[in-house]
């Protein structure tokens, strides 16, 4: 069992701080944008000062494979951990405990107990909507009358949903709606860490129920373990209370495996799933380093035919493609080469703004010398005008007319 005889102030302050991080991170500016946010004007997803764009989302698929994983991992290692110490709708109820007394105080208590209720509901409301939309759009937005009507209608239906949650379902969500309770369950095994009562103490049981009436679910830990049981560890403390004066621990407590069973925790399976889970947060991270800003295509402009002009040489012209998935506009620099001959290029510059894909024609000219002829394929590529470094090559077929 732990050492930790009050859990109860470890949780509040556990609930403040992910508060805090929660309300915060949109406002946080990491390169000049939201640290996390899918910014849904752009379809850009924000992510510690990476931007990653719809075309892109392969790169949140890992990611979203990486945090299935976490979530089983941590699930098979520490149970409801998340239900007792992470869960944002937990963390609204430790918040709200004045919602519970409403129900059997006067109305003047109730109503300003609702209205406080409303109010943390509209800004829990309005944080989910600024992980999508910009904190300070919607700030602004608001103090010049509306933040949008699309933004108003999800504010007001998300703010009803959470009031209604938080005043009246509040601990039932947990046993009854959510399905990750649910699916808990399926994913423990002999050596998750569990809340237990220690059947091999039962004797020392003083049989005063203060666990039972402390539980907001409403179950008793003595008759074992329940798949409502929320994790919130009130019963622990309680009994510790109630032991704490005989100079004896808690009954109820943390427990890897059930009470009194012996082996390490260190087993196959949560062997096998931790590993999953690193392997896939490397590849994310990977994917994230090495993913290119700039990409381009080359096809041949079917619209210009190869041709010789007096004072120009042999023209071809080429469509290209150009992605910018940077974070900022951008002008690149367009070059042709063969066979060591660097080719007269129009336009040489191309701007293209931030999460676009241009497409743009361009004439390459090579002089009509000897060695012309000899020229099948040349390097396409375009580069960054600031450091000048070469960004994207591609081949591309050049054609020598006919008759030229
Ligand atoms: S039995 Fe009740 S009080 Fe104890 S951890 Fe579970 S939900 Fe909380
Ligand atoms: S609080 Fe402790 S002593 Fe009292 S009933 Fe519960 S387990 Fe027994």
Known sequence: ?????????????????????????????????????????????????????????????????????????????????????????????????????????????????????????????????????????????????????????????????????????????????????????????????????????????????????????????????????????????????VMGPGGKKSLIGYFFGLPGETGGILRQNAIITGSVTAVFLVFFIYLLITRALFDMTVLPNYSYPPRFEAGAGVINSYILSVTNRGRDDAVVTVEAKAQNSIAEVVPARVPVRAGEMKKIAVYVAFRNSGKIRTIKNIDISIGSLKPGRVLVTKQARFIYPDGG
């Open 1 to 241: 069992m732990t050492k930790i005889k009050r859990i109860q102030p470890w949780r509040r302050f556990a609930s403040v701080v992910q508060a805090v991080i929660i309300i915060g991170l949109p406002f946080l500016r990491i390169r000049g944008e939201s640290a996390l946010r899918f910014d849904i004007p752009s379809l850009r997803l924000h992510f510690f000062g990476a931007s990653v764009w719809m075309e892109e989302f392969f790169i949140v698929l890992i990611a979203i494979i990486f945090l299935t994983f976490l979530f089983v991992f941590i699930t098979l290692m520490f149970g409801r951990i998340w239900c007792g110490w992470a869960c944002p709708q937990a963390v609204l109820i430790d918040l709200t405990p004045f919602a519970d007394k409403a129900k059997s105080k006067g109305m003047p208590y109730r109503l300003g107990a609702y209205s406080a209720v409303l109010l943390a509901s509209a800004v829990v409301a309005a944080d989910l909507i600024w992980y999508f939309v910009s904190p300070y759009e919607f700030i602004q937005g608001l103090a010049a009358g509306s933040p949008g009507n699309v933004v108003w209608g999800f504010w007001i239906v998300i703010t009803g949903i959470i009031f209604l949650d938080i005043s009246l379902l509040r601990h039932k969500f947990c046993a009854t709606v959510c399905p990750y309770a649910k699916l808990q369950s399926a994913l423990f095994d002999g050596k998750t860490l569990v809340i237990a009562f220690d059947p091999g103490r039962k004797d020392e049981c003083m049989k005063c129920m203060a666990c039972v009436r402390a539980c907001p679910v409403g179950i008793d830990i003595r008759d074992g373990l329940d798949s409502a049981c929320v994790s919130c560890a009130e019963c622990v403390d309680s009994c510790a209370k």
